[in-house]
């Protein structure tokens, strides 16, 4: 069964940074991609960042409003995704999940809460 374990949300005060972390498991083939996204209250969910597995190259994108702020990574022995959250603003106070894709199905986690505010 598969498994897809996201961690690292909190409460930060603006300009702070946290790091999240996507666990996937129980996998017998490795992700194609990885992606993070958020939703906040009233807003439809959108895609903060993705990474791509691309043998000898791998391919990251990210929104424009995170640019230069967020960096998206992978460990590979430990089928893991994270983003390094940096110079958080407000805006990015939402619920951040991890989709997973493996065999052209998607596997989502349970979300993480992220909160910035003074």
């Known amino acids: 069964q598969v498994r897809v374990v996201e961690s690292g949300g909190g409460l930060v005060q603006p300009g702070g940074s946290l790091r999240l972390s996507c666990a996937v498991s129980?996998?017998?083939?490795?992700?194609?991609?990885m992606g993070w996204y958020r939703q906040a209250p009233g807003k439809q969910r959108e895609l903060v960042a993705s990474?791509?597995?691309?043998?000898?190259?791998?391919?990251?994108n990210y929104v424009d409003s995170v640019k230069g702020r967020f960096t998206i990574s992978a460990d590979n022995a430990k089928n893991t995704v994270y983003l390094q959250m940096n110079s958080l603003k407000p805006e990015d106070t939402a619920v951040y999940s991890c989709?997973?894709?493996?065999?052209?199905?998607?596997?989502w986690g349970q979300g993480t809460q992220v909160t910035v505010s003074s």
């Open positions: 989709k997973s894709r493996i065999a052209s199905r998607d596997y």
């Open positions: 129980g996998i017998t083939l490795s992700p194609t991609t």
């Open positions: 990474f791509t597995y691309g043998g000898n190259t791998n391919f990251a």
